[in-house]
């Protein structure tokens, strides 16, 4: 089984990537053969300095490796160094239909925010997207619930192409987990975490200090009334029973029953110790990866070395098939 995700280099992971995706990439190195990818294409799509752009791929693929990615056991690598994914991404628009593109929610957001230019990147992004999995043929993707829009437009441009073509590409499944796959604002929670927020408060970056968690958990929104229990008019306390249950690798019904005498300040206190506790290590080994720049560079292209092996012959196969190119 090949499982393959991608990232974006734009500002800070915080804690809702952490839980929602990135705890899924550690544990697929045990489940198949996995493959991860920093994708610096996709940060062109909306306003981004050249300058940082290097530095944040480096950080990034720091905070993968400090929470558990080992080279030695998966694939990382930056998505530009294989050519491959942007080829593919051209060839794939011939499937895709601009009124599906149209339709998804994350352009519409993006491209609402946007100030200055609102990019064809932005509005293609999806398809780079289903160029990342498919030119490696994986079976799996595991992300947060905001990309599942994005997988079922991946499946449909896999299913249209193999119909077209003739069957040349594995349609990929989306492995969304089961809690975490949506962690909300402290300060909002009817919207989910965001670095692109309108206010930190409300936003657990896996590098914040601890001080600075203690805070945003103790000035966290909770709800009128009381009672430690998930409901869908206590959008505040079901966030910070998700995030405690995925902390503690515990099912929601467990942090239910052993808080259903606490007060909200004691259950806020707990939750944040144990985020802090959580975050510890990761924050430490990060600072020893990142401080090697070297090192963390021959990871990646040693990487994408690997990762163009796989790609190419995919690419090869898809050029073949669609009569592009100088025959093989
Ligand atoms: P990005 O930083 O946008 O590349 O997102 C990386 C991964 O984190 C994707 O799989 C997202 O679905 C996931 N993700 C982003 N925000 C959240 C959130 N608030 N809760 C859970 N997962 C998230
Ligand atoms: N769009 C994803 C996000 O914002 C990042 C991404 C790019 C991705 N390529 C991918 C995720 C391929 C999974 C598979 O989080």
Known sequence: MRIFSGIQPTGRKHLGNYIGAIVQYVAGQDRGEAIYCVVDLHATTVAFAPAELRELTYDTAAILLAAGLDPTRCLLFRQSDVPEHSELAWLLTSVTAYGDLQRMTQFKEKSAKQREL???GLFLYPVLMAAD?????ADEVPVGDDQRQ?????????????SRFGEQFVVPDARIPEVGARIMDLQDPTSKMSSTAASEEGVIYVLDATAQIERKFKRAVTDSGEGVYRAPDKPGITNLIDILAAVRAASPVEIEREFSGAGYGQFKGAVASAVIDYLAPVKQRYAELRGDQAALEAVLSEGAARARAIAGPTLAKVRDAMGVGAPR
């Open 118 to 120: 609102v990019t064809a």
């Open 133 to 137: 999995v498919l030119a490696y043929q």
């Open 150 to 162: 994005h997988l079922e437009l991946m499946r449909d441009i896999a299913i249209r192409f193999n």
